[in-house]
C-alpha cells in the first residue's frame, strides 16, 4: 500500500524565509507524487506533480518540489515566503497503474508570520 | 465556469435524517471521486467512479451510497445521518483513473446536530 508522510504538522516562517514542507512516501511501484494547497473554506487545488518525467518540479506561486528516490522524499520549497502563502498544504500519491487513488499525507499548516 | 461544482455548500440536519449531496463536472474527466476530510483536516477516499462504473469503495458505512447517473456527475446519499459524519466532503474528478491531476469541488460542510 501506497503512503505519504508529512513531517510537522505546523510550520512558521517570517515573510520572506525560505518554505521548507517535508513529505516522505512510502511506494512499492514507481510513484505519482502531488503537492496540493488548501485555503481556509476552499477545495484543494493542484500546486505541482511528479509523474516521472524531470525530478525538479516547478508549480504555481513560486513553489517547487524535488522527487528524491534515494530518500524517498518530495519535499515542497519556496525561497521567499510571501503573507498570501498562509493555507494547509497537503502531499499525495499515486501511482502509474490507475489501481489506487490519491493517498493523502495528514497536511502541513503553514503560516507566515509578517 | 466552475469546473467540479458541488451542492449544497453547507449542509446542517438532524441525526437520523436522510440527505443528498450533488457533484459536477464540466471537464470531460472519466474518472469521478468522493473524499471525506475530517475535523483534523484528513482526506481519506470514500468512493471512485470510472466511466459511471463503481472501481472503489472504501471501508465506508453502507448507509452511504454513491450514484453516477452519467460520467459528468457523481451523487453522493447518505441514509440515517450520525453525529461522526459530521465532515467536509470533496468531489473529485481526473482524466484517467491514473490521477495524475485531480480537480476538486470547493466541498460541502456537513454538520450532524
Known amino acids: 500500500a501506497q503512503s505519504v508522510t508529512q513531517l510537522g504538522s505546523h510550520v512558521s516562517v517570517s515573510e520572506g524565509a525560505l518554505v521548507l514542507l517535508r513529505c516522505n512516501y512510502s511506494?512499492?511501484?514507481?510513484?505519482?507524487l502531488f503537492w496540493y494547497v488548501q485555503y481556509p473554506n476552499q477545495g484543494l487545488q493542484l500546486l505541482l506533480k511528479?509523474?516521472?518525467?524531470?525530478?525538479l518540479v516547478k508549480g504555481i506561486n513560486g513553489f517547487e518540489a524535488e522527487f528524491k528516490k534515494s530518500e524517498t522524499s518530495f519535499h515542497l520549497t519556496k525561497p521567499s515566503a510571501h503573507m498570501s502563502d498562509a493555507a494547509e498544504y497537503f502531499c499525495?500519491?499515486?501511482?502509474?497503474?490507475?489501481?489506487?487513488?490519491?493517498?493523502f499525507g495528514k497536511g502541513t499548516r503553514l503560516s507566515v508570520i509578517a | 465556469d466552475t469546473a467540479v461544482s458541488q451542492t449544497p455548500k453547507y449542509l446542517v440536519t438532524q441525526m437520523g435524517n436522510d440527505k443528498s449531496i450533488k457533484c459536477e463536472q464540466n471537464?470531460?474527466?472519466?474518472?469521478m471521486y468522493w473524499y471525506k476530510q475530517d475535523s483534523k483536516k484528513f482526506l481519506k477516499i470514500m468512493f471512485s467512479?470510472?466511466?459511471?462504473?463503481?472501481?472503489i469503495n472504501e471501508t465506508v458505512p453502507n448507509r452511504f451510497s454513491p450514484k453516477s447517473p452519467d460520467k459528468a456527475h457523481l451523487n453522493l446519499h447518505i441514509n440515517s445521518l450520525e453525529l461522526g459524519d459530521s465532515a467536509v466532503y470533496f468531489c473529485?474528478?481526473?482524466?484517467?483513473?491514473?490521477?495524475?491531476?485531480?480537480?476538486f469541488g470547493s466541498g460541502t460542510r456537513l454538520t450532524v446536530v
Open positions: 473529485a474528478s481526473s482524466q484517467d483513473a491514473r490521477g495524475t491531476g485531480y480537480t
Open positions: 499525495a500519491v499515486s501511482d502509474w497503474s490507475g489501481n489506487t487513488p490519491l493517498v
Open positions: 467512479y470510472n466511466n459511471k462504473e463503481l472501481i
Open positions: 471537464l470531460g474527466h472519466d474518472t
Open positions: 511506494s512499492s511501484v514507481p510513484p505519482y
Open positions: 511528479y509523474t516521472s518525467a524531470a525530478t
